[in-house]
């Protein structure tokens, strides 16, 4: 069992910054993907970043190039660097745990809430 606690939401301006953290009850070294999500009011949840176990990345597209993922194993957490904040990334952020074992295993945060002010 994972346990993800996300912190690090807020309101923030239009062109500003957030980070947004995503600590696991595990080492991270045992998790194969570990992501990014989130759900905006009246809209389905949607992939935004996920960084692998051996650091690949990937991106959403509306977030290339502004948001950033990374890995401290030390401290078994995941960040979000989020930059040039638009008020469309308005939307709850969860954490997601993917471990490959004999089948598939998901792990979801609670989720931290991320307000952009136009």
């Known amino acids: 069992q994972v346990q993800l606690v996300e912190s690090g939401g807020g309101l923030v301006q239009a062109g500003g910054s957030l980070r947004l953290s995503c600590a696991a009850s595990t080492s991270i070294f045992s998790i194969d993907v570990m992501g990014w999500y989130r759900q905006a009011p009246g809209k389905q949840r949607e992939f935004v970043a996920r960084?692998?176990?051996?650091?690949?990345?990937n991106y959403a597209d509306p977030v290339k190039g502004r948001f950033t993922i990374s890995r401290d194993n030390a401290e078994n957490t995941v960040y979000l660097q989020m930059n040039s904040l638009k008020p469309e990334d308005t939307a709850v952020y969860y954490c997601?745990?993917?471990?490959?074992?004999?089948?598939?295993?998901?792990?979801w945060g609670k989720g931290t809430l991320v307000t952009v002010s136009s």
């Open positions: 960084i692998t176990r051996g650091g690949s990345t």
């Open positions: 997601k745990a993917s471990v490959w074992g004999a089948q598939l295993v998901e792990y």
